[in-house]
C-alpha cells in the first residue's frame, strides 16, 4: 500500500518537472525504484535544459562567482573613495562630525555631547572628533553602556574599554536591558550591547546646536 502511495505521489511529482534526484529526495526511494514508474514520463528538452542551468551546485557556483565579483568591486571602490576623502583637513573633520551629531548625536540634554551606537567605529569617530575637532580633554568623556542581562557585563565592558583605548574608571554604571541578546538579530556583526559617549559641557553643546541650526536654516530656505 506504501509503495503504492509512492507511485502515485511520484508521477505528481513528475508531471510538476521533478527531476529524478528530487524526487528520490522527496519519497526517499532508489532510482531503480522510479525507473519503472517513470519510464513513460520523460521531461520536455526545455525542462531538462532547466534543470541543467539552475541545479543546486550551479546555483552555488553562480552565488560564488557573484559574490567574488561584488567583493573585487567593493574593494576597487573602497581605494577609489580612500583617495577621494582622506585625508580629512580640520574643517573637513569638523564638518563630518557635525554631520554625525546631527544625525546620531541626543537632543534632548541640552547640557551635554551625546552619541550612542552599536558600532564601535562611530563612537571611536565620535571620540576623535570630540578631541580634535572640539578640544576636549579625553579625561572629560564619559561612557555608559547599555547591556543585556544574559550577558557577560564584565567582558563587555572589558570589549568597550580596550577597542575605545578608554580606561574603565572612565564607564559609568552600565544599564542593563530586561530582554535578552540572544533574540536581538545583529545582521551588522554587532553584538556587544549599545555605547554611549558623553561629554558635559552647557556651552559647548550650545555651539554645536547653532552650528547645526546654521546648516539647517540655510537648506530651509531652498525648494528642492
Not at 560564488?64 to 573633520?93: D, G, H, I, S
Not at 567605529?121 to 576636549?136: E, Q
Not at 530582554?179 to 555605547?195: E, Q, R, S, V, Y
Request: hydrophobic content about 35%.
Amino acid at each position: 500500500m506504501a509503495r503504492f502511495k509512492d507511485h502515485k505521489k511520484a508521477l505528481i511529482l513528475r508531471k510538476q518537472g521533478k527531476s529524478y534526484s528530487q524526487i528520490k529526495k522527496i519519497l526517499k526511494v532508489s532510482k531503480s525504484t522510479l525507473s519503472p514508474w517513470l519510464r513513460n514520463y520523460p521531461l520536455s528538452k526545455q525542462r531538462i535544459r532547466e534543470l541543467r542551468d539552475w541545479n543546486e551546485q550551479r546555483i552555488e557556483k553562480y552565488r560564488e562567482t557573484m559574490r567574488r565579483k561584488r567583493e573585487k568591486r567593493l574593494k576597487q571602490f573602497y581605494k577609489t573613495q580612500k583617495r577621494l576623502v582622506l585625508p580629512l583637513n580640520a574643517r573637513e573633520l569638523f564638518l563630518a562630525g557635525l554631520f554625525l551629531y546631527w544625525g546620531e548625536g541626543t537632543k534632548t540634554r541640552p547640557a551635554a555631547l551625546s552619541v550612542s551606537n552599536t558600532d564601535p567605529s562611530i563612537i571611536k569617530f565620535f571620540i576623535v572628533w570630540l578631541t580634535n575637532s572640539i578640544k576636549v580633554s579625553r579625561k572629560k568623556i564619559k561612557i555608559q553602556l547599555h547591556l543585556y542581562k544574559d550577558m557577560n557585563i564584565k567582558k563587555g565592558i572589558c570589549f568597550w574599554s580596550k577597542i575605545l583605548n578608554m580606561p574603565r574608571k572612565q564607564f559609568t554604571k552600565p544599564y542593563i536591558k530586561k530582554n535578552f541578546l540572544k533574540n536581538i538579530n545583529h545582521k551588522g556583526g554587532f553584538g556587544h550591547g549599545t555605547c554611549n559617549a558623553c561629554v558635559d559641557n552647557a556651552r559647548l553643546s550650545e555651539k554645536i546646536i547653532m552650528a547645526m541650526k546654521v546648516i539647517g536654516d540655510k537648506y530651509n530656505k531652498i525648494s528642492v
